[in-house]
Antibody, heavy 119, light 107 residues
Framework: EVQILQSGGGLVQPGGSLRLSCEAS????????MAWVRQGPGTGLEWVSA????????YYADSVKGRFTISRDNSKNTLSLQMNSLRAEDTAKYYC????????????WGQGILVTVSS | ETVMTQSPATLSLSPGERAALFCRAG??????LAWYQHKPGQAPRLLIY???ARAADIPDRFSGSGSGTEFTLTISSLKSEDFAIYYC?????????FGQGTKVEIK
């Protein structure tokens, strides 16, 4: 069974940093691209970042480029999102999701984790 | 950026009725289009990929059609568990983009 378990959310002050993680199981992690998608309060889904299975290619939304870094450790089946210079508008529920490749839809999602940026 | 526009914003229907949800892309995305169902407190669920292919374990009352810039998600006969928010997403061009969602609510 495919499982994606997320961790690392919480409350952080504007300008602060936070690292989100997700641990995958039930599939061959290196064979899949992974992505982060967020949903702000009262808003829809917003794609944040994606990374290829081998970790060599990564992409970012303009809203987070230069502040967020996506990475993966295929030996530990984990995906991470390092979030720096956080802003109030980064407050959202963050989802980790799997894609067969970077030209495919997101076929399995984690339960999401809340990030609140507030003083 | 490829802007995805969904209509209507809200669809008020009764169980058993047919639902048609629309998604328009600002430029052609071929068939690199997915539909997701999202319920409060749950993870989004993939329904359709490749514009018309049903994802695993998705009932056949859900169907997708379209290509290029115009896409449709049809739910042939609504069940109580289908009342949710539906999003389209293009994965043809970076950045990936989602529509703003269509809420299907009970009339």
């Amino acid at each position: 069974e495919v499982q994606i378990l997320q961790s690392g959310g919480g409350l952080v002050q504007p300008g602060g940093s936070l690292r989100l993680s997700c641990e995958a199981s039930g599939f061959k992690f290196i064979n899949y691209a992974m992505a982060w998608v967020r949903q702000g309060p009262g808003t829809g889904l917003e794609w944040v970042s994606a990374i290829s299975g081998d970790g060599k290619a990564s992409y970012y939304a303009d809203s987070v480029k230069g502040r967020f870094t996506i990475s993966r450790d295929n030996s530990k089946n984990t995906l991470s999102l390092q979030m720096n210079s956080l802003r109030a508008e980064d407050t959202a529920k963050y989802y980790c999701a799997r894609a067969p490749n970077l030209r495919h839809s997101l076929d399995h999602w984690g339960q999401g984790i809340l990030v609140t940026v507030s003083s | 950026e490829t802007v995805m526009t969904q209509s209507p914003a809200t669809l008020s229907l009764s169980p058993g009725e047919r639902a048609a949800l629309f998604c328009r892309a600002g430029q052609s995305v071929g068939i690199n289009l997915a539909w997701y169902q999202h319920k409060p407190g749950q993870a989004p669920r993939l329904l359709i990929y490749g514009a018309s292919a049903r994802a695993a374990d998705i009932p056949d009352r859900f169907s997708g059609s379209g290509s290029g810039t115009e896409f449709t998600l049809t739910i042939s006969s609504l069940k109580s568990e289908d009342f949710a928010i539906y999003y389209c997403q293009q994965y043809d061009k970076w950045p990936w983009t989602f529509g703003q969602g269509t809420k299907v609510e009970i009339k």
